[in-house]
């Protein structure tokens, strides 16, 4: 694909996204070209239909987070606590300042388009939670009578409205102490120690 289209591309999910929050969740392909400044025909060209834009807009928010959260690139020398605590921080940092971020775990989470891309991302992440869950118990760090799938399923849906609770409100919880909140979360559900390296020190209730 030649470079110009790449970056038609993208101007056409950059203007999407900006449709979608300012109509909560709602837009119109004829806005979206005029924001983009490329003719309607061309965004159905590249998406097929407004219910494909809306799901590259959405994919493109998940691809993110998979590079700036869940990427093993970024998290090379922590110590598994440290590491964990850290995603964590990262995860709640990523939500609370990207501006599509209510609607994509929200609203949009509901619609027909979005749900097969959100489920790829859960897969993904629910299985490598797993296997981090795996390796946590050979080393000793998490009960091994534990099922890992089963638990990391229970966690990702506990962080996720948890999260979706503290990006409704006004003002918004600190970030710091929400994410001290899941961690203490975490620590209780992994059944976690002061062998296991955890910093149990006070967070706001």
Same mark, same amino acid.
């Given at each position: 694909?030649?470079?110009?289209?790449?970056?038609?591309?993208? !101007?056409?999910?950059?203007?999407?996204?900006?449709?979608? @929050?300012?109509?909560?969740?709602?837009?119109?392909?004829?806005?979206?070209?005029?924001?983009?400044?490329?003719?309607?025909?061309? +965004?159905? &060209?590249?998406?097929?239909?407004?219910?494909?834009? @809306?799901?590259?807009? $959405?994919?493109?928010?998940?691809?993110?987070?998979?590079?700036?959260?869940?990427?093993?690139?970024?998290?090379?020398?922590?110590?598994?606590?440290?590491?964990?605590?850290? =995603?964590?921080?990262?995860?709640? =940092?990523? &939500?609370?300042? &990207?501006?599509?971020?209510?609607?994509?775990?929200? +609203?949009?989470? =509901?619609?027909?388009?979005?749900?097969?891309?959100?489920?790829?991302?859960?897969? !993904?992440?629910?299985?490598?939670?797993?296997?981090?869950?795996?390796?946590?118990? !050979?080393?000793?760090? $998490?009960?091994?009578?534990?099922?890992? &799938?089963?638990? @990391?399923?229970?966690?990702?849906?506990?962080?996720?409205?948890?999260?979706?609770?503290?990006?409704? =409100?006004?003002? !918004?919880?600190?970030?710091?102490?929400?994410?001290?909140? @899941?961690?203490?979360?975490i620590a209780a559900a992994l059944r976690l120690n002061e062998n296991s390296g955890v910093d149990f020190g006070d967070h706001d209730s």
């Amino acid at each position: 694909m030649p470079a110009v289209s790449i970056g038609t591309r993208e !101007r056409l999910i950059d203007a999407a996204q900006e449709e979608l @929050i300012q109509g909560h969740g709602h837009l119109e392909m004829q806005a979206v070209a005029k924001r983009a400044q490329v003719s309607v025909g061309l +965004a159905y &060209h590249h998406f097929g239909s407004k219910a494909g834009l @809306i799901a590259a807009v $959405v994919e493109a928010f998940y691809s993110r987070l998979d590079i700036e959260v869940f990427s093993a690139a970024k998290w090379p020398s922590k110590t598994w606590v440290d590491r964990e605590k850290g =995603r964590i921080a990262a995860y709640v =940092r990523f &939500h609370y300042a &990207h501006p599509f971020a209510l609607l994509v775990i929200g +609203a949009l989470s =509901r619609s027909p388009e979005v749900l097969d891309v959100e489920a790829n991302f859960t897969n !993904r992440n629910l299985a490598a939670g797993a296997q981090m869950l795996e390796a946590a118990q !050979r080393g000793g760090m $998490v009960p091994s009578d534990m099922d890992p &799938h089963l638990t @990391i399923a229970l966690m990702s849906g506990g962080i996720r409205q948890a999260l979706i609770g503290a990006l409704m =409100r006004e003002p !918004r919880p600190d970030p710091e102490n929400l994410t001290n909140e @899941i961690w203490a979360f975490i620590a209780a559900a992994l059944r976690l120690n002061e062998n296991s390296g955890v910093d149990f020190g006070d967070h706001d209730s």
